[in-house]
């Protein structure tokens, strides 16, 4: 009798021992992440099947993703889309590129401080005017998002949504963002400024011309800020169980 329980006991430690093999290739194979060790391996395990009261699904976890990051887009672009978003924001503020910092000063030496100023405002409020339009073009990609993005995005840093977006939108984002923030710089007067300026120091003797591509610059500079306050965003709400507002939210960020 002890021989047939101790058989049976074997039979199910090498039983147990390969499903989690088994649930572990799977997993791996699902994430395409190869570095899931035991510990990781459990973690996912119990909130895949709801073990410890967890009761997160796969679908939990996409969904709570997806509604971080949309969080994210919106607060962070209506943030800075507002007056001062960009201008009064000294993280995002839009300064002059450093090929032009030489002649910010040799300007402002020669008393010419109020066109410097107006130049830099103007493209702060061309960069707040196109983070309005900045939202809908992020929607796509979150849409898009997939399983296996959710389990890396879950994983990863507490940036790493944002940084899912950024991967999978900044080529596109840039091509459409680059007309808006053009059509902005025209509307604040920000090219009349920035031709006025520099045209006025191309002019100066014994100084070397000064050809920077404002649309490119300001462009560059906008998705800076847009990114860094999404990221701002999806950090506060894994951090605080405060910013998750929704059922979804507190559900997937809250174990």
Do not use: H
Not at 187 to 206: G, H, R
């Amino acid at each position: 009798m002890n021989k047939i329980i101790t058989i049976a006991i074997a039979g199910c430690i090498i039983s147990s021992s390969a499903s989690a093999q088994g649930l572990g290739g799977l997993l791996k194979k699902a994430t395409g992440d190869s570095s899931i060790n035991k510990s990781s391996l459990g973690n996912l395990t119990k909130k895949l099947q709801g073990g410890s009261g967890s009761g997160l699904s796969q679908d939990d976890i996409a969904a709570g993703l997806k509604q971080a990051l949309n969080n994210g887009v919106q607060k962070g672009t209506a943030k800075l889309a507002a007056v001062d978003g960009f201008y009064g924001n000294s993280a995002v503020k839009v300064l002059m590129p450093p090929e032009a910092q030489k002649v910010e000063q040799k300007l402002r030496s020669l008393g010419m401080n109020k066109q410097v100023d107006d130049a830099i405002l103007s493209m702060n409020r061309a960069a707040e005017d196109a983070a309005k339009t900045a939202a809908p073009i992020f929607v796509k990609a979150i849409k898009n998002m997939s399983i296996q993005d959710a389990f890396k995005i879950l994983k990863g840093s507490d940036t790493a949504a944002t940084g899912y977006l950024r991967a999978n939108t900044n080529t596109a984002v840039t091509e459409a963002f680059r007309p808006v923030i053009d059509t902005s710089l025209k509307k604040v007067d920000a090219t009349k400024y920035w031709n006025t300026l520099f045209s006025a120091y191309n002019q100066l003797p014994f100084v070397k011309k000064v050809n920077t591509d404002l649309v490119a610059y300001v462009t560059e500079k906008a998705l800076y800020g847009i990114f860094l306050q999404i990221a701002g965003e999806e950090q506060l709400i894994r951090k605080d169980p405060a910013a998750r507002t929704t059922d979804i939210l507190k559900k997937v960020f809250g174990q």
